[in-house]
C-alpha cells in the first residue's frame, strides 16, 4: 500500500506524533511517499522518520492509495488542490484542534491506520465547485471544496453582480460580493455572511451574498447541477474572485462560469465520526452559557 | 373535461371574473363542478353563471381534470389539503396581488385556460410535509405545502425540541419553536425566521429555529428524503403544531415523525410562468429604494 | 443595617451557602429578613438559620437597607418587581452559573458582604420600561427591567401593530410580534429575534420585530425618553402582552402607552464586576470553535 | 445673505433646475458663490447663471450663511467633509432620487428658499465620527458623518481588531472588518451587515462586525460619548481604513482612536419633513409584495 503524506505547516511540537504515524505505517508495510512541502517541515522540524520517498511527479500521485493531510481545515484544502482530478482518498489528520474536514485527532492516529489497513472505513465524496472563464484563470486549478467568492477590490465601491441560472436571469446583487458554497463550505464564509448550515449529504450549492444593499436579498439554495453564470459590474476595472483561500483578479467583461467539477473530493470517513457531533461541538450548541 | 373551482373567499368585485371565467370553460366543452365553500361564494355574490354541479363525494374530485384555486396563496394550500392523494393538478388564480403560487393574473385568465385545453403546460410536483405521531393528529390530513411548525404556547416560557435525523441526533432546539419547511415554503414563515430561498426543483427540506436561545444555531439544509423525528419538552405540557395554516396542539410525551408525503402537490405552469420573476418581484429584488 | 432576602426557587445543594451567608450578616450585626416565597424554600430546604423576620408588610420593604437576590436572572427579574418604586438596591448572587444579573458567584459572598458594608460598592440604576393602558393590567405592576413584549396569540395568524414615536407615527408591522427592550434587556429575548447588544449606561430602547414578514424591517434603536403608543390589530379579538415573564391579553382596540418608568431598578455592583467581561463569557466571545 | 452651492456630479438633465435655483436665489437678493468642483460642472454643462462668485480660500466659506449641495446623499458626504469645522448650515437638494440626507426635491426647490429666507426651518446637529492615530491620515480630514470602518485588504485572510470602550477591554473581532457608525450612518453600510437603525436624536454609535468568524458576536450600541480605541492584527502588514467613502491603509502596529468628533454636520430641516417618512420611503416598510 502507498500513502502520501501532505501538509503546509504544523506546530513544532506535533513532530513526535509524525514519527509516532510513520513508524506505525511502516509497521503495517506501507510505503511512504511525501510532498515536497511536507517533506521541508520534515527537514526544518529534524524529524526522525526511517524512510520514505519523495513525490516527483503527478504520475507518482496517481499510484498513491491514500493521501494524510496533517494540519487543520486549512491544510486539508490545500491536498484536495494538490491531487485534483486523481480523487486519491484524503485522511484528514489534525495538529490541532478538531476541524470540519481534518476529524482525527493525535490521539485516534493509531486506531486510524489499523482501521484503514482492515478496511474498516467509508469514502465520502463531496461536490466541488468549478469556475471557468475565457481566459485561464487560477493556474488551472479552477475548483475548491469550500466555496468560489466574487468580491469587490480594497477601495473600490459596491459591485454589481449580474446572475444567472440555467440560463435564466435570478438578481443582480449589489453589495461587496457574492458567495457560492458547497455543502463542505457551508460551515465557512457563506455561514458568516448568514447563509444556512448544508448537511454534507444534500446535493446544493448556496448563493450567499456579502453585504447586500437590498435588505430583501436573501441566500438561495440550488440543486448542484446547476449551471451558474456571473458578469461582474462595477467603477473599478477589476474585480476580486477566490476559489478556498486563492484569489485572482478578472477584469469587468470577464463572464464566469460555474459549476458542479467532474470530479470529487474523496474524504475518508471512520466508523465513529459522525458530521452532526462535529457540528453541534465546532458551533457550540450544546453550550449555551447565555442561559 | 371535467375542472373543479374551489376558493373560500374572494373580494366581491372579482365575481365578473370567475363569471367569464365559467362562460370561457363551458364554450370549451368543459363540465364545471364546484365545491361546497365555493358554491356558497357564488350564492352569496348572487354570481351568474349557468350551468355547474356541486361535488358531492371524494369519488367526485377523484374524476376531476384540474382544480382551480380562486384566491391567494392561502386558497392554494386550502386547495392542496381539499385533493390531498388524489393528486388532481391545480391551476392557481389569483384574485389580488400576484402569489408565489396563485400566478394566473384575471387578465390572464382566457389565455391560461386556451393553454389548458391546448395542453399547453407543464405540471410542477411540489413535495409536501408530512407528519406522523401515535395518535391521529390533523383529523388525517397529517401534510402541507409549505411548512411543519412546532411552537410553545400563549404565555409559556421558551420550549426544547430533540431533533432527530435518519436516527442520528442532531440537537436539542431551545426558543420559541422550530419550523420544517419545503422549497415552497421557503418563501413563507421560514425566511421570516432567518431561513434561505430553496428552488422548487431543489430536493430539501430546511430546519428554522424561531428565536433560538443560542445563538449559534442557524437554519440547516437536508434532503428531501430524511426522516426527522421530533420530542418537545417545556414547563408547559401542551405545545402547538401547525401545518401550513391549520393548527393543534399536543403533549408534552408525543413523538412527532416528519417526513416528505408519498403523494406530492400537482401545479399547473403556463410556459411564460418563472420562478425567478415572481422571487424578484415578490421581494423587490429589483426595487433598492435605499440607493 | 437591614437586609432583605428574596428567592423564588434555588437548588436544594445550595442550602449550605445560604446558611453560611446569613452567618456572615448576623455577624456583621446586620438585621436578616426574608421574603414569603423565600421563607417558605428556607423550610422546605430545613435551612437553619438563627435568627430572621419575615416581612409582613410594604412598609417593612421601605425599611431595608439592601435586597438580596438568590437565584438567576429571573429571580432577578421577580426581585426587581417585589421592590418597584421604592428603588431597594439589589444584590444579586446567583445560585447556578453566572447570569448578566445576577453576579456574585458562591464563592464571592463572603467578599461581597465585606464590600457591602464597608461601602465598597456603586449603585448602577437600571431603566425599567412601563406600560400603560385604559384599563389596568398586570396588576399595577406595570412595568419591567428587560422587556415589553406584545405577540399574537396560538394559532392566530400575524398580528398588525401600528407603531407611534412622540406622536408621529412610525411603522405598521406585521408579523408575530414586537419587543421593546431596555439595553438590560438587550441581551435576552430581543437578541434572539436579531436584535443588537447594548451597554447599560446607554440611554436608549430598542423596538425588534418577532419575525416580520417585511424582510426591509430591523431593530431600531430610540432614546429612552421617547414616548411610545401601539395599536394592535389582527384576526384574533385577543393579543398577548408581556412584561418580563408575566403575560396577560389584551383586546383589538386597546391603546398601549410605553415609556420609561419613572423610577429605576437600582444594581449593587462590586469593584471587579465588569459588564464587558460578563459580555464576554456569556455569549462565548472568546470561544471560537468555528476556527 | 451668502450661499455658497456645491456639488460632484450630477445629470446634465438636471441644468435647468440649477439654473432657476441661481435666478430664484438672486431674485431673494442672495450672494451667490459656488466650489471649484461645482464650477467646473456648470461650465461643462454650460449652464446659464447670470452672477456668481468662485470660492478662493477658507476664509470665504467662513462667510456663508448656508451651503447647498446638490446630487445625493454621497455629495451631501463630501459637502460635510468640505465646510468640517465651520459648520455651515447644509441644504440638501437631490438631483435624483429621495435621499435620506439629500431631501429636498427639484419640484419642492422654491419652496425650500422661501421657507429659507423666511427662516422658516430648524438645524438639525449631526454628530460626526472622528479618528486619530500617531500620524496624520485622510489629510487631516479625520472625520466622516455616516461610518469610520476598519477592513481586510484585498486577498488577505480575516484581520483581528482588538477593542477597548473608555479603556476597557471589549472584545477582539475576528472577520472581515468593523463598522464604527453614527446614528446617520446607521441606514449605510452598517444596515447591510445586521446593524440596527438608529434615530437621529439617539446619542449613540453602533459597532457592527463585517462577516464576523464567531457567530455570537453581535453589532452594540454605545453613548455617542464613549472613547474607542483599536489595535489590528493579521496575516497581511496593511489593512484598509475608511471615513465615509474616503479610504487609506494603516500599518498592523497603529492605535486607532476613535471619538465623536468636537464639531457637528448640520443640517437644514424644512417643517414638513420627517425622518419617519424617509425611513418608511427609503426601505419600502409600507409596501410588503410578499404578501
Redesign the interface.
Known amino acids: 500500500m502507498n500513502i502520501a503524506i501532505h501538509g503546509i505547516g504544523f506546530p513544532e511540537e506535533f513532530t513526535p506524533h509524525i514519527e509516532k504515524l510513520t513508524k506505525a505505517l511502516t509497521a503495517h508495510g506501507v510505503n511512504i511517499f511525501v510532498t515536497d512541502t511536507f517533506s521541508k517541515l520534515l527537514k526544518k522540524y529534524q524529524a526522525n522518520i526511517d524512510s520514505y520517498s519523495k513525490i516527483q511527479s503527478k504520475a507518482m500521485i496517481a499510484d498513491m492509495d491514500f493521501i494524510f493531510s496533517i494540519g487543520g481545515d486549512g491544510t486539508l484544502l490545500d491536498t484536495v488542490c494538490y491531487v485534483g482530478k486523481l480523487e486519491t482518498p484524503i485522511v484528514g489528520i489534525n495538529s490541532g ?1 478538531l476541524g470540519f474536514l481534518a476529524t482525527v485527532a493525535k490521539e485516534e492516529i493509531d486506531e486510524a491506520i489499523a482501521l484503514l489497513i482492515n478496511g474498516d472505513y467509508t469514502v465520502e465524496n463531496r461536490v466541488l465547485v468549478a469556475v471557468d472563464t475565457d481566459k485561464q484563470v487560477f493556474n488551472g486549478l479552477n475548483f475548491g471544496l469550500n466555496e468560489f467568492t466574487i468580491h469587490k ?3 473600490s ?1 459596491m459591485i454589481t453582480i449580474h446572475t444567472y ?1 440555467d440560463g ?5 446583487y ?3 460580493g457574492l458567495i457560492i458554497a458547497t ?1 463542505t463550505g ?2 465557512g ?1 457563506s ?9 454534507p ?4 450549492f ?1 448563493i450567499t451574498p ?14 448542484d447541477d446547476a449551471a451558474l453564470c456571473f458578469k461582474v459590474e462595477g467603477r473599478g476595472e477589476k474585480f ?1 474572485v ?1 476559489l478556498d ?1 486563492r ?1 485572482t483578479t478578472i477584469d469587468s467583461g470577464d463572464e464566469l462560469r460555474v459549476r458542479k467539477a467532474n470530479f470529487v473530493a474523496k474524504l475518508v470517513k471512520f466508523p465513529k465520526y ?1 458530521f ?1 457531533d462535529t ?13
Open positions: 484542534r477590490r480594497d477601495t465601491s441560472i435564466e436571469y435570478l438578481n443582480s449589489w453589495g461587496d455543502p457551508s460551515t464564509y455561514l458568516s455572511c448568514g447563509g444556512p448550515l448544508i448537511t449529504d444534500a446535493r446544493n448556496v456579502v453585504s447586500p444593499h437590498n435588505l430583501n436579498v436573501r441566500p438561495i439554495i440550488l440543486p476580486l477566490s483561500s484569489s459522525n452532526f457540528l453541534r461541538h465546532k458551533l457550540n450548541w450544546g453550550f449555551d452559557m447565555r442561559n
